[in-house]
């Protein structure tokens, strides 16, 4: 099983409309959590960190569930410039490395 | 501004090819890492660094070698390129301590012929 999960995609959503995306993982020591953005033949790029009590950045907000282990993403009001890859990424071990999801894309069309 | 720096947009090497892919940072940072990426596999870790001449392998070290003489640049190492080593190179690095998330390179896109 693969330690961070997500949903590959593509969503397919029209412009305005409001999308989620959810991330599990599997390793509960696991200390933090961000949402990156990878749009095509690019880096990665922090898109927002992740708090236990959640967090809002304009129109994204982002929520941890510790007890189920999941992380979700909320888009809303969605734009046809948020057509990206969408990363999940925790910071696991005494090393803090970063381990990434398999990334859930985003379509968002006229 | 954290700056990574990778040497190379786009590189095209034979099969059998020793390879070197570099990778600088200028924010101090003690954690350096290399990833692969490629089609619905992902990112995946292939050696990291914690220090300078430290070193620790990933989740597919098979192939690849690091150096990390100066602390703030890790080379990749690819000992005989092989086709199945096409791929979207990443290089990421982020402070030693807290939880602060990680800063990449532009990557660097590898094809192996």
């Known amino acids: 099983r693969k330690e961070v999960e997500q949903d590959p995609g593509p969503f397919n959503v029209p412009e305005g409309a409001t999308v989620a995306f959810n991330c599990t993982y599997s390793?509960?020591?696991?200390?933090?959590f961000f949402w990156y953005r990878q749009d095509c033949r690019k880096e990665p790029k922090l898109l927002m960190s992740v708090y236990s009590s959640g967090n809002e950045d304009g129109r994204f907000t982002a929520q941890l569930n510790r007890a189920s282990q999941y992380i979700s993403l909320l888009i809303r009001d969605s734009k046809l410039s948020d057509s990206a890859t969408y990363l999940c990424v925790v910071l696991s071990g005494g090393s803090y490395i970063p381990t990434f999801g398999r990334g859930t894309s985003l379509i968002v069309h006229p | 501004d954290v700056k990574v720096t990778q040497s190379s947009r786009y590189l095209v090497k034979r099969t059998g090819e020793k390879v070197f892919l570099e990778c600088v940072q200028d924010?101090?940072?003690?954690?350096m890492f290399w990833y692969r990426q490629d089609p619905g596999l992902g990112l995946r870790l292939i050696y990291f660094s914690y220090d300078v001449k430290m070193k620790e392998k990933g989740d597919i070290p098979e192939g690849y070698s690091v150096s990390r003489e100066k602390k703030e640049r890790f080379s990749l190492i690819l000992e005989s390129a092989s086709t199945n080593q096409t791929s979207m190179y990443l290089c990421a690095s982020r402070p030693g301590q807290g939880y602060t998330e990680a800063f990449f390179g532009q990557g660097t896109r590898l094809t192996v012929v």
């Open positions: 924010m101090d940072h003690e954690n």
């Open positions: 390793n509960s020591a696991s200390q933090s």
